[in-house]
């Protein structure tokens, strides 16, 4: 652990108050400064880190609101994925059904592309086939382990249709001049279960004078590997990502997910060590753009039709890792603004995690359940038509807890724009 | 919940003399569940509070739910001589919450209720682990005012401000946190529980016990809840940056405005270190080559708040401000405002270490005890940021070092101890609105003298004979 960003941390408190895990308990060690006195004392040999000190980092919901609170400038999400990696080498929550699943998802799934893929067809397969609904109705769900059956009804929906299938490799700019040359990153998540998202950005760049490069496979971007302890998987994703995309043949490299952009942002930091790779890491990190960003940079044209039925009421939910971690709060919103016939709605508490947080619906339901909860009770309660947000975990957590048929949609800000593209030349 | 609650005695693990444990186990019987934490995981974090360079580790820390857990604790306490230190959110200062040898941690952050708004008698009632910002908003929306607004307000304790009879940014206008207390509920260290003050306005019978608890840091009592007066909210607000080339010339815009007398709700002071740090998180706007800036507003009638904002600014312009401007919006005036409120922690993002001092002096010697403070710290070769309430003469030297060096924290000493007695020899105290606790008590006897020490001696030993509650802070009992 860095020890100089441990004792930059001067305990005056002023992240409490943001953290939703110290807010539900008012526990000093479920909070950042808590955390970070642990983590501290580890440090100082105060302390030995153990099985309760492991369940704390994952009690953490890695949300970084406490990084946006912090005047000091703890970077706390380098402390937490230290630490997190530390607990990985010392095994201390090592078991043979976790290992298992370890492996599968970090160490297989997500450094195979083609293979989650196949995965996400077998899944597909399950949902269309008829299968799903004859083994929930046949009461079969009772069998699974506990969580992953409170998890099943949230499998998400697998779509027809990948992005390679929806974008060509190239995609010339559409209706304008060609100003900017861009390469799309379509995501692990996305790509499998909102992989329109990747559609629509992609044709929101070519509406804007973008040609859009969207290699039909590409590497996952490692964050998960980074957030959950691989810092070495995590190194060889983003050095299969720079090989992919050389940072010098783009204007800019576009993320549409929240908790992917943070992570890319980061390439510098994660192989500063690695003398084949940090110069192009720099390089990398300084293209890397967060879609909403990147169309506010470049002045987006503004639409003249609208992309919903109108009057159309619209709230919109901060993805943790785009405001806190990118610090992106004004360009979703812009965006969204700059549709006729929208009216934007601010969410009280927009900026709160909503539980998503990676694994954390597997790893900590309870505390998952209850920040979902908080957060659809807030958009409820705008009455809004739809909710807009930029991350698939969110998405997916909104989607699970808007459950009513009267409930607002979600969708991604991109998608939006896109569709008031798409109606002006209906 | 799991990583909340998960347990599991890890190295570092010290068995508690047999003793203690059987009275810890007492005391887990007369708490509600999952309230008294013994777990290094769980007592590492209440080792310490806001201040540099101060640590402890308790033996137990109790959450407390409610006034019967308190005195539970306390009677607790009594049978078992063990010390208690009271802790709000942990934010003090000087280290009043950083817990006593071998001694608990009383912690009241869910003690957090509010429980009435009285709309006709101006006041609310809140328990003592309510946060300054809920009181804030309370007030608000019943379309009312609560003035104290310290810079941890986001967080600090309604308790711990009253513990330390804090202030904010508007003092000067305003006045301090014990101007708005009308009532306090508090558990005695003899373990009974008292409710001194009303929802009086004049109440003159017995003496003034409750100001007796205002400011006390936790050492003759446990503040369990507080009536507050609330006032009107003021109809309008303006507010304005001035920009200096000198401290010197900031702090005699400050003094003539007071002399004007111009008694405007804010006057508060940053000097070139501490703009730096506050721009380099806050990103408002603040003028990074200025030596010195002076955040001022000014409330109430419209008219009024038009003159006064009118008589700083050529003020300021007469003590050779390079540069006067107004808040074009509420938005950016409130930017300022929160901006102003992270200064001390933004300084820690210069050096690992921040110590920092709440010096006072009254207002017509503000510009002698910057040019001191700066002196001093040339002398010793140490880097301080300044800021403070310049308004109520309260001065904030921040020095800015690293605890591990103690070359340089040997000078940092002793450039803290020579600005004390520069303070002292302008007449001024030596903490505002911080208090006392461990970092001030040795230079508490210069200030008061032999014999209001005695006096004060006299007070802690009348109520708390025992020394229960967070002995060692503030004095030492013979
Ligand atoms: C960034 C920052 C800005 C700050 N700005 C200001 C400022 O502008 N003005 C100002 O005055 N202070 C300021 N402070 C200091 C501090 O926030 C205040 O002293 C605050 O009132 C402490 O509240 P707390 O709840 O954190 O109390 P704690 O730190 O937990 O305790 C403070 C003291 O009060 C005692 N105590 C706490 N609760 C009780 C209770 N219920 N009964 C009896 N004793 C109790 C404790 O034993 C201790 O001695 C600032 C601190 C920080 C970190
Ligand atoms: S706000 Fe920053 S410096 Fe203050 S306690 Fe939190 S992490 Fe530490
Ligand atoms: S990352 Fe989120 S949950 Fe974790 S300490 Fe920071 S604010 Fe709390």
Not at chain 1, 99 to 109: K, S
Not at chain 2, 341 to 351: E, G, V, Y
Request: proline share 7%.
């Amino acid at each position: 652990m860095d020890y100089s960003i441990l004792q930059q941390c001067m305990h005056c408190g002023m992240c409490l108050p943001t953290c939703p895990t110290y807010d539900h308990t008012k526990l000093e060690r479920n909070s950042p400064r808590g955390r970070i006195a642990l983590m501290r004392a580890v440090a100082d040999g105060a302390f030995e880190m153990n099985y309760a000190f492991a369940g704390e980092m994952s009690f953490c919901l890695g949300c970084l609101a406490c990084e946006t609170a912090c005047p000091a400038g703890v970077r706390y999400a380098d402390l937490f994925e230290s630490a997190r990696a530390d607990i990985e080498q010392a095994g201390l929550l090592a078991q043979p059904e976790r290992t298992f699943w370890r492996w599968i998802t970090l160490r297989t799934l997500f450094t195979h592309p083609r293979l989650l893929r196949w995965t996400g067809l077998g899944l597909r397969w399950w949902q269309q086939s008829g299968l799903q609904d004859l083994f929930r109705s046949a009461g079969l769900v009772r069998f699974l382990p506990a969580t992953l059956r409170d998890l099943e009804p949230l499998a998400p929906e697998v779509r027809t249709a990948f992005s390679d299938a929806l974008i060509p490799p190239v995609l010339p700019p559409q209706n304008a001049p060609q100003r900017f040359r861009v390469a799309l990153l379509t995501g692990c998540m996305q790509d499998l279960i909102l992989s329109e998202v990747n559609r629509d950005t992609a044709g929101v760049l070519a509406e804007n004078g973008c040609e859009v490069v969207t290699p039909a496979l590409q590497p996952c971007c490692g964050s998960i590997h980074a957030h959950n302890g691989e810092p070495a998987l995590a190194m060889q994703q983003a050095r299969r990502l720079i090989d992919l995309f050389d940072p010098a043949g783009f204007d800019a490299i576009i993320s549409n997910a929240g908790g992917c952009g943070s992570h890319l942002k980061k390439f510098s930091h994660l192989l500063a060590d690695d003398p084949r790779y940090a110069e192009r890491a720099r390089a990398w990190d300084s293209k890397v753009k967060d879609i909403h960003e990147w169309l506010v940079e470049i002045d987006f044209r503004k639409p003249t039709a609208a992309g919903t039925p109108t009057p159309c009421r619209a709230t919109y939910h901060d993805s943790c890792h785009l405001c806190h971690g990118q610090k992106i709060t004004s360009q979703p919103r812009t965006i969204l603004r700059a549709i006729p016939g929208l009216e934007l709605v601010e969410l009280p508490e927009a900026n709160w995690c909503c539980g998503s947080a990676g694994v954390y619906n597997i790893t900590q339901p309870e505390m998952a359940s209850r920040l979902k909860d908080r957060k659809c009770a807030h958009i409820e309660q705008t009455n809004c038509d739809l909710v807009a947000t930029a991350n698939p975990g969110c998405h997916l957590q909104l989607e699970a807890g808007l459950d009513s048929p009267q409930s607002p949609f979600v969708i991604h800000p991109v998608s939006l724009l896109a569709a008031a593209y798409r109606n002006e030349n209906p | 919940m799991s990583g909340g609650g998960s347990t599991s005695p890890g190295a570092g693990t010290h068995e508690a003399p047999r003793s203690a444990s059987a009275a810890l186990r007492d005391l887990q019987r007369i708490l509600p569940p999952g309230s008294l934490l013994t777990e290094p995981i769980d007592l590492i974090p209440y080792s310490f509070d806001g201040t540099a360079a101060l640590q402890s580790r308790p033996l137990a820390v109790v959450l407390a739910e409610s006034t019967g857990d308190v005195a539970s604790v306390i009677r607790w306490a009594r049978e078992n001589a063990t010390p208690v230190s009271t802790r709000g959110s942990g934010t003090g200062l000087a280290g009043g919450s950083v817990p006593s040898a071998g001694g608990l941690v009383l912690c009241l952050s869910r003690l957090n209720r509010i429980l009435e708004v009285d709309r006709p008698n101006l006041c609310l009632l809140a328990e003592a682990g309510v946060t300054t910002q809920q009181i804030a908003q309370t007030a608000e929306a019943a379309g009312l005012f609560y003035p104290p607004d310290p810079g941890s307000m986001k967080i600090s304790t309604i308790g711990g401000n009253v513990a330390n009879n804090s202030g904010g940014l508007r003092g000067l206008k305003y006045g301090v946190t014990r101007d708005y207390v009308m009532g306090l509920e508090v558990v005695l260290p003899d373990g009974d529980t008292v409710w001194l003050g009303s929802k009086c306005v004049k109440d003159v019978a017995g003496l003034s016990l409750k100001d007796l608890f205002i400011g006390s840091e936790g050492i003759l009592g446990v503040i369990t809840k507080v009536l507050l007066k609330l006032v009107p909210r003021p109809a309008s607000k303006g507010s304005v940056l001035a920009t200096f080339g000198s401290l010197a010339e900031a702090a005699e815009a400050v003094s003539r405005i007071i002399a004007r007398p111009v008694i405007p709700c804010t006057l508060e002071f940053l000097d070139k270190v501490t703009i730096r740090a506050v721009e380099d998180y806050a990103r408002v706007g603040l003028p990074l080559d200025a030596e010195a800036v002076l955040f001022m507003e000014s409330d109430g009638h419209p008219a009024q708040v038009r003159e006064e904002c009118e008589s700083m600014k050529s003020i300021a312009l007469e003590c050779r401000a390079t540069g006067v401007r107004e808040a074009h919006s509420p938005a950016e005036a409130l930017d300022l405002a929160t901006a102003r409120r992270t200064a001390f922690s933004a300084l820690a993002r210069i050096r690992p270490t921040t110590i920092l001092e709440d010096v006072t002096v009254p207002r017509d010697r503000l510009a002698a005890l910057v040019t001191r403070i700066s002196a001093i710290a040339a002398a010793h070769n140490v880097l301080v940021g300044i800021f403070g309430h310049f308004g109520d003469g309260n001065v904030h030297p921040t020095f800015l070092t690293d605890e591990r060096d103690a070359a340089e924290m040997e000078r940092v000493h002793r450039a803290i101890e020579e600005t004390i007695r520069a303070t002292l020899d302008l007449g001024g105290t030596i903490t505002g609105e911080h208090g006392v606790g461990l970092a001030k008590k040795s230079f508490l006897p210069m200030q008061l003298g032999a014999s209001e020490m005695r006096l004060l001696a006299s007070v802690k030993s009348a109520l708390d004979p025992a020394g229960l509650l967070n002995p060692g802070k503030i004095l030492d009992l013979p």
